[in-house]
């Protein structure tokens, strides 16, 4: 149901297959509107040569992955942090990325304290936000599922992300993803509320049986997630942007050809998104 | 800090040690002051036999695992589930048990629709709820951590979960296990909303990494999640029944002597709940 037009494939998708330039040329080769890129990947293929292969491309950049990782033990970690992201956003103003993709930072090692992890993402975010409003780099906090909690990313609900839209002002929005948010009870309601400050949508599925908290997600059609449902949510806040495509898969579809995924990516995009 | 008057261990912690009857022993003789029994391993030893036993012991049981798995595909499917969790108030009662657990059920085969899945399980305690309260047997609905939502249990949240019981009225309340419910930025005040409906609490720990979705939980200390903190919560709604040690640990736990998880337990319960 999808329209093509607005299929970005977050280069996550395709991991193992490909390099930075290797995604480029291959997402472009097979018509696809927009990738989403990783800094670790970014740094090998170095920003510049990566910002003139997007100029030689007709390929969007729907996000950049990923700033966050704020909470720490103690100031100099937190700076630490602080400096990476504005770097990131640099980098995304650079590629003309859509967004820079927040995974916000879970429990500071040794700590049992969440309530103050979320302090510390809160005042982070804060931190950064007036150089991401003079790139005029949009943020997007995504909440992550709350099996990530400890470990990865501290918000876990889109109602939460928003409270935090909410204190910080504009330039903050957030970033939807099924994956991470099908099971919320109070989704629809949610997305309403976050109305224009909806800044990226990512799509995958989520499998029965789940193997692997992290690295087993899998392609739309392939799980239980009513995606169409979903869209037709964010739809009706008038998202309009590109839709990302952003499978973990280990075992599966990191293993297949990377043409394979993409036709597949494809494929799948109309039928099940 | 948690007084050893108040330990119940589930019985699902030695699975793969002992029988019921085996802990009924051990526990009673490790002056354990509570078990949460599992039908499977009660209908192993014979109800008749269990409530001999219990009787000549001084452990209480804290609770029945389980009813639930209200939805299904067709009317004949949830009738069978009428069925058994009519059969497991009927178990309680002759127990005595505290409550009888409820995990509600996941999406039924084939179906996407969660809100559906949701219907089926509000609908199912209601059809239950009277032979509940006719045989004084407390119905806790317990809340499953969202990573179970599409397979176990698709009420995913506290705040969920007393809708429910707002709904159904007397003789539902809810099950607290820090384990599904940790990561929760709203947990302190849905615990505080559910007052005199919390009839179990249950603890264990979130271990980093976790690697395995059911079978890698970890015992109270060894994990990030700050037990003693929800502990105060749940004290000040005046809950002080049993409160239940409950770990499914398949490369861990359950691979060491039965004795030795029982004085770890002890040990971690008086340091860490």
Chains 1, 2 share one sequence.
Not at 38 to 64: F, H, I, Q, T, Y
Not at 75 to 96: H, K
Not at 166 to 195: C, F, K, N, S, T
Not at 230 to 247: A, F, R
């Amino acid at each position: 149901m999808a329209d093509l037009a607005r299929l970005s494939i977050n280069q996550a998708t395709t991991r193992e297959q490909y390099s930075l330039a290797q995604a480029i040329t291959a997402y472009s080769e097979a018509d696809v509107a927009g990738i989403s890129i990783w800094r670790d990947k970014l740094a090998e293929c170095g920003l510049p040569e990566a910002v003139r292969m997007l100029g030689d491309s007709n390929l969007r950049v729907s996000g950049l992955c990923r700033g966050g990782s704020f909470p720490a033990i103690d100031a100099a970690g937190r700076q630490t942090s602080l400096d990476d992201n504005r770097a990131a956003i640099d980098e995304a103003a650079a590629l003309g990325a859509d967004c820079l993709v927040l995974v916000a930072g879970g429990l500071p090692e040794g700590s049992k304290d969440l309530a103050a992890a979320r302090e510390m993402i809160r005042d982070g975010i804060g931190a950064m936000l007036p150089h991401a409003r003079a790139n005029k780099v949009p943020l997007a906090i995504e909440p992550l599922h709350p099996m990530y909690a400890a470990d990865r990313c501290a918000i876990n609900t889109l109602s939460q992300a928003l409270d935090l839209c909410d204190e910080l002002g504009a330039g903050v929005g957030v970033a939807v993803d099924v994956y991470h948010l099908w099971w919320d009870p109070d989704l629809q309601a949610q997305i309403d509320r976050a109305g224009s400050r909806v800044v990226a949508y990512h799509v995958c599925d989520w499998l029965v049986p789940t193997t692997d908290l992290l690295l087993d997600r899998g392609m739309m059609g392939d799980g239980v997630i009513d995606i169409q449902q979903i869209s037709g949510w964010v739809e009706n806040t008038g998202y309009n942007g590109l839709i990302e495509v952003e499978i973990f898969s280990a075992h599966n579809w990191w293993k297949r050809p990377g043409a394979e995924v993409i036709r597949v990516c494809r494929e799948r995009f109309q039928e099940k998104v």
